[in-house]
Structures are given as C-alpha cells and as structure tokens.
C-alpha cells in the first residue's frame, strides 16, 4: 500500500518563502489562537463608514469590506482561495491577499484563516509567513480540513468553497 502523504509530499514540495515556517521550533509557534476579534463586524453602510482598521489607522475600503463579506459565506470544514475569491469579485488575487492581511475583524467573525492558496497550499496569516500560518493551519485542522506535511490541503476538492457567479445565477434560475 503507497502511503498518500508520501506522495504529496514528494510532489508537492513547501515554497520557497514558506520554508522557514516549516523549520520553527515548537517553542517559537504561536500556540494561543485568537477565537473573535476585538471588534465588531459592522453590517450597515453607515456603521462601516465609521471603523478606523487599528492595523493600518486608516478607514476599511470598500473594496475591504467587499472581499471580507465574501470571505464571511465561507462555512465551517470549507476553505477557499484567493484567486476563487477575485475571480467572484473581479478583482486580482493579490489584492485579496491583501486585504485579508489586513483584516482586522480576523479570525472570526471574518473568516480569513479559510483563504488559502490556489493549489491548495495553507499560505500566509496575518501578513506573516513564519509562525502565524500554524495558527491558521491548527484552525482550519479544528475545522475539519487535514493538511500533508508539507502545509497542502489532502483531498482539498471536497471542502473547497465555490462562489456562485453573477452568471450562473442567472442561467440557474431558468434552468431548475
């Protein structure tokens, strides 16, 4: 019997920027995860015309508040990736990225630990490439999603979160 875990491991080896990450010693690894954040999501237009995001002392964007309630349908066990995210919002991957790196409504009741990479890599945390991705791998793990030894999610088509476009809400109300 070939062992699954082998395989990926072989074929799939940890990136480049992400291999110091997977040489921190137990010690160095973040073992307290935040469960909410400090503040609350706010849901009107007007409410979030008032947050001043305290990582960056500036107003959360439009475009912010776009890919967090985007990121907001992702539920419990799933995952998506940033360029599923762009893809719905027409936008760029990296701009996602970027906004999730500034989420400060993380890890809940926005839900950027379930936004990883497109071929299935955990990737990045908070802006950081080194202790805080064990933080959202021990998340997404709680939640159900198993991960190889080198940070790839195991048989990542089951829990992969796919938005429904604009378009094919339109073709599938006709077609029920």
């Known amino acids: 019997m070939v062992n699954k875990n082998k395989i990926q491991d072989t074929l799939k080896p940890i990136p480049k920027k992400f291999k110091p990450a997977f040489s921190v010693s137990e010690e160095e690894k973040v073992s307290q995860i935040a469960e909410k954040s400090l503040l609350e999501y706010p849901t009107s237009a007007e409410d979030r015309k008032k947050v001043i995001n305290p990582k960056t002392g500036r107003p959360v964007t ?51 630990h379930r936004v990883i990479t497109s071929n299935f890599f955990i990737g990045g945390y908070d802006g950081d490439m080194k202790s805080k991705i064990f933080w959202k791998r021990e998340i997404l793990e709680r939640e159900g999603v198993k991960f190889d030894n080198n940070g790839y999610v195991i048989d990542g088509e089951k829990c992969l979160h796919k938005f429904e476009r604009e378009a094919e809400k339109e073709t599938s109300k006709y077609f029920k």
């Open 62 to 112: 439009d475009f912010e508040y776009r890919v967090f309630d985007a990121c907001a349908m992702i539920k419990e066990g799933e995952f998506s990736t940033y360029k599923e995210i762009s893809d719905y919002l027409k936008s760029g991957p990296r701009a996602v990225g970027n906004a999730l790196r500034k989420n400060p409504f993380a890890p809940f009741p926005i839900p950027c």
